[in-house]
Each structure stands twice: as structure tokens, then as C-alpha cells.
């Protein structure tokens, strides 16, 4: 972790605490899609966000980035570079989004303005014409007129990526957050891309936030882990303990699903709850093979286990 002049540990990047989004609808119904998420990336750091498809992972994002629906609800504390963020006026929102904070869509092809090349769209984002072949450059991709004079659809699926990894990078924002970057890769191509965001957070000193479903994915990728289960983020920690001695039963049998080698691949047994249908207790007690009667009737809280690794499971209670 980075440190100040005095040899102390600078403060965090960006602290999370209390995250708490809503889903407003009919009748003024609130669904929590997040609740309670509390974190902190250091500067400079490459951090993981898993789970499976629906925790909130994509929402927990966009609220990050002040990008959330009219019909969300977010309350909590969001702090940027020792500023809060959360909940302040889009104007003031406008001037961090992509200067200090900068989201790499899921998908290019949608992300990509469909009409202009990518070398205007790069020279929009740096608000200069200067430095775009280096920027494109830094994201993997050889400034070719073929790339410069195109446009998006006239690019591989791989080529768009690197254009939207390039417009993040467009304005040197302290912080990027990439959501599933690695889908639809092979392992190759998943090597490439975390040895590209190891190498800019390195050289740039950016930090990253990745958000991935796949563990394995993100394995080679992070500095921490932060796993998420309906809504809330039930184990954090350094990436190399949380995937290899994890303490959350969600994880443990989140990563026995991961390569087989072969062999049948383990399933978790029943489906992660939906919004309007999230049991008492801990809402992972349905589906676990540890649970204890505590768990159908409390909600468990965050346990500090071994310095920076928390938990938020009974079994960790003592």
C-alpha cells in the first residue's frame, strides 16, 4: 500500500461504507439490491468484485459512479480522494466522471458511439488530439489508421475493448472500474487483459475496481478480493488468502465450481434469492451446508478474522 511523506499509510482511494441501493417501485416499495457494503481500494491497487450474475454487483458500479436510475436509492458513504461522492449534484458529478472516476462498459459495441471513428471519440474523451495514438497505445492497441479511421462496427470484439479501455484511460483517472471485462475470453486472452490492467495500475498508478462472476478470472488479476452474495459483501480480504483458504461457505463453494479438469464440475445446491424473496437470517443459510439454526433467524455481522480479512458468518462470531 502506498505511503505519505511520513512513512504512514496514505489513506484509501476510495472508501465505501455502508452502501445501502434500493429499488423504489409502486407504491413507494422498497427492494435492497445492496446493503450494507463496506470497503476501501488503495491507491494504485487492483481490486476483485465477485459473485454470481444478480448480486448487485452492476448496481453497487453504477451507484460508484453516480450513474443509478431515478428509480434507485442510495444511502451510505461514498468517499473518492477524501470527498463524498454519493448523492451530490450531477453537475459536480459531471467534473469527476472520467478526470478522477471512469467505468469500462460490459459491452463495447453499445458503449461506443456507433457514428463517430475512434480517433474522434478519443479526442472527445482527452478533449485534445494530442497524445491519442499513446493512449490507445497504453490500452493494448497499435494506433494504426485501420484503428484511428474506423469505426466501431468495422472493429473485432477485442479491437472495441481496447478502444473503451483507452477512453478510460483518456483523462488518467485515479480510479477505473472494468464490469466483466473477461467474458466471452478464452484463458489466453484472459492472461493478456489482467497482465495489461496489472501493467497500467503499475504504471500509471490507476487503481482498478474489476467485477467478474468467474473467480478464476479474476485470480491472476487482483491485489484483494471482494465476494458478494444477494447483495452483500460477505467476504473481503487479500485476493491470494480469500481464493485459496476462504472463509465464507458462499466462497468455499463458489470456488469448487471452478475447473474440473475434466470431472464433473460441483454445483451450489438451489438459486441466490431474488430481490423480493431474500429469506431472514443469512441469505445464503438456504443453500449452505454448514448452516446452524442462528442463521434462519439473524443476519450475521462483519468479523475481522486474521488482520484484514473479514467474514460475515456465524462461525467467525467468537
Known amino acids: 500500500m502506498p505511503s505519505g511523506a511520513s512513512g504512514e499509510p496514505s489513506e484509501p482511494l476510495l472508501q465505501v461504507r455502508d452502501l445501502a441501493i434500493d429499488l423504489v417501485g409502486k407504491k413507494n416499495r422498497a427492494l435492497p439490491v445492496v446493503s450494507g457494503a463496506s470497503f476501501e481500494i488503495p491507491r494504485g491497487a487492483v481490486t476483485g468484485l465477485f459473485g454470481e450474475s444478480g448480486c448487485g454487483k452492476t448496481t453497487l ?3 460508484l459512479m453516480g450513474l443509478l436510475a431515478p428509480r434507485y436509492r442510495a444511502r ?36 461506443l458511439n456507433p457514428v ?41 470484439g477485442g479491437e472495441r475493448q481496447r478502444v473503451l479501455i483507452a477512453l478510460a484511460l483518456a483523462r488518467r483517472p485515479a ?20 497482465s495489461l490492467f496489472r501493467g497500467l495500475s503499475a504504471s500509471l498508478g490507476t487503481a ?21 452474495y444477494a447483495g452483500r459483501i460477505v467476504e473481503r480480504g487479500p485476493a491470494g488468502a480469500v481464493m485459496t483458504a476462504p472463509l465464507h461457505p458462499y466462497t468455499a463453494a463458489l470456488l469448487k465450481c471452478v475447473g474440473g479438469h475434466g470431472k464433473p464440475l460441483p454445483t451450489i445446491q ?35 478474522v486474521e488482520g484484514r480479512r473479514a467474514v460475515r458468518c456465524f462461525r467467525y462470531a467468537g
Open 175 to 194: 480510479l477505473v472500474i472494468a464490469d466483466e471485462p473477461f467474458t466471452a475470453l478464452d484463458s489466453a486472452r484472459v492472461s493478456e487483459l489482467s
Open 76 to 111: 451510505g458513504s461514498v468517499r473518492l480522494n477524501g470527498g463524498e461522492i454519493l448523492n451530490c449534484a450531477e453537475r459536480q458529478l459531471e467534473t469527476l466522471r472520467g478526470a478522477q472516476i471512469a467505468l469500462i462498459f460490459q459491452d463495447p459495441m453499445l458503449a
Open 116 to 156: 463517430l471513428r475512434v480517433r474522434s471519440q478519443l479526442a472527445e474523451a482527452m478533449r485534445t488530439k494530442a497524445g491519442v495514438e499513446d493512449t490507445l497505445r497504453r490500452a493494448g492497441l497499435e494506433p494504426s489508421a485501420r484503428i484511428l479511421d474506423a469505426y466501431p462496427h468495422q472493429l473485432s
Open 61 to 63: 458500479a453504477l451507484a
Open 208 to 228: 482498478f475496481l474489476l467485477i467478474d462472476h468467474s473467480p478464476a478470472a479474476l485470480a491472476r488479476s487482483v491485489d484483494d478480493a471482494l465476494v458478494m
Open 270 to 304: 438451489g438459486n441466490p434469492p431474488g430481490l423480493a424473496g431474500r429469506p431472514p437470517g443469512c441469505a445464503f443459510h438456504p443453500r449452505c451446508e454448514r448452516r446452524e439454526p442462528c442463521c434462519a433467524r439473524e443476519e450475521p455481522a462483519e468479523y475481522m
